[in-house]
């Protein structure tokens, strides 16, 4: 297979650089190709402004997803986004690689997906009528490609568990997951998720780094996150909610987005939404 790790630490020598080290080594060993974008080193800028759009005349108001729509279907894009998007049709899997930061991605990696999720690539595909709403949550540019996140917490995995103080990780990472990967067409993995990592021994960074070469072991062939489809029914358009009755007892929230009980990895790695769903459940 093709990998694009796109990573996001300011530090070659953090744990992110060594996790993504551990990564590219484990897949280069069972013979796929690989390619990062570093997106600190490529000195990435982050913000979406006029500049992006060199057709736009400098006195145009800039209307940033109009501009966008016109650049990409012009291909007048910046050379840096055109190179991150041919990427992105290269690889059959993305990897997105990040510290947790304020419950998120850090700004670069956000930036990075601001400016190449062009619309007319990754979003505004596809007829809207009243049977479909867009090629978007399961459909669209990137569908039949796997996509998944290696994450890096301070904190406790019990911090981040169903009742944790800090909310559900998977909840927290649903609108990257669901948001920004499902919805141009990624079959979503489970995350790769390292808790208490600034508090890491050498034991430690060798038990996740072994974990992680497990995950990048079943990378083809670990279950993806069974979000439901946008146009295969579930949903009314163009109301696009839930259709009532299809949830199973006690879901709510955004494991609503979920249809099966079981998308863990074959190691037991991070949990689906619907994990997270039974877990609440089982505590409720
Ligand atoms: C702005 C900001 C916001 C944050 N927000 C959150 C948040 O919302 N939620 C949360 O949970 N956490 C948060 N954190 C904590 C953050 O998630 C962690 O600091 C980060 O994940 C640690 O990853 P790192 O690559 O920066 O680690 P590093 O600081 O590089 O390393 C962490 C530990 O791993 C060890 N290590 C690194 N490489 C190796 C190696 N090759 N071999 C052996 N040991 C190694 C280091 O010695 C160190 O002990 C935040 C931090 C910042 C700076």
């Known amino acids: 297979m093709k990998v694009l790790i796109v990573s996001a630490h300011p530090e070659p020598r953090s744990l992110n650089g060594s996790l993504r080290d551990v990564a590219v080594r484990a897949l280069e060993a069972q013979g796929h190709e690989v390619r990062v974008s570093d997106l600190y080193a490529q000195g990435w ?23 966008s729509k016109q650049a990409f279907e012009s291909g007048t894009l910046t050379d ?8 992105l049709l290269w690889a059959d899997v993305l990897i997105l690689q990040f510290p947790l930061w304020w419950f998120s991605m850090p700004a670069i990696l956000k930036g990075w997906v601001d400016r190449v999720f062009a619309y007319g690539f990754a979003y505004g595909v596809g007829e809207h009528s009243d049977k479909r709403w867009g ?18 917490a301070g904190g406790w995995q019990e911090h981040y568990s169903a009742r944790g103080v800090n909310g559900p990780i998977d909840d927290l990472l649903f609108p990257i997951n669901h948001g920004t990967l499902y919805y141009p067409g990624y079959d979503v993995l489970p995350p790769f998720v390292a808790y208490k990592a600034d508090k890491l021994d050498e034991a430690g960074f060798q ?22 489809r946008q146009n295969s029914g579930d949903y009314l358009i163009p109301s696009m909610q839930l259709r009532a009755g299809l949830e199973d ?17 074959p190691g037991g790695e991070a949990s689906s939404m619907r994990s997270t769903m039974d877990v609440r459940a089982a505590t409720a």
Do not use: N, W
């Not at 800028?45 to 501009?67: I, N, Q, W």
């Not at 540019?141 to 796997?146: E, I, M, N, V, Y």
């Not at 038990?207 to 979000?227: C, D, K, S």
């Not at 007892?249 to 990895?265: P, V």
């Open 249 to 265: 007892s006690g879901a709510s929230g955004f494991a609503l987005h979920a249809e099966q009980a079981e998308a863990r990895s």
């Open 45 to 67: 800028k982050s913000d979406v402004d006029h500049a992006d759009f060199p057709s736009l005349p400098t006195e145009a108001r800039l209307a940033p997803a109009a501009a």
């Open 135 to 152: 090629d978007r949550y399961g459909e669209g540019t990137l569908a039949g490609k796997r996509a998944m996140l290696i994450v890096t």
């Open 80 to 87: 840096d986004v055109k190179a991150e998007i041919e990427k």
């Open 207 to 228: 038990a996740i780094a072994e974990r992680l070469r497990g995950r990048m072991r079943t990378l083809a062939t670990t279950p993806p996150i069974p979000y439901r």
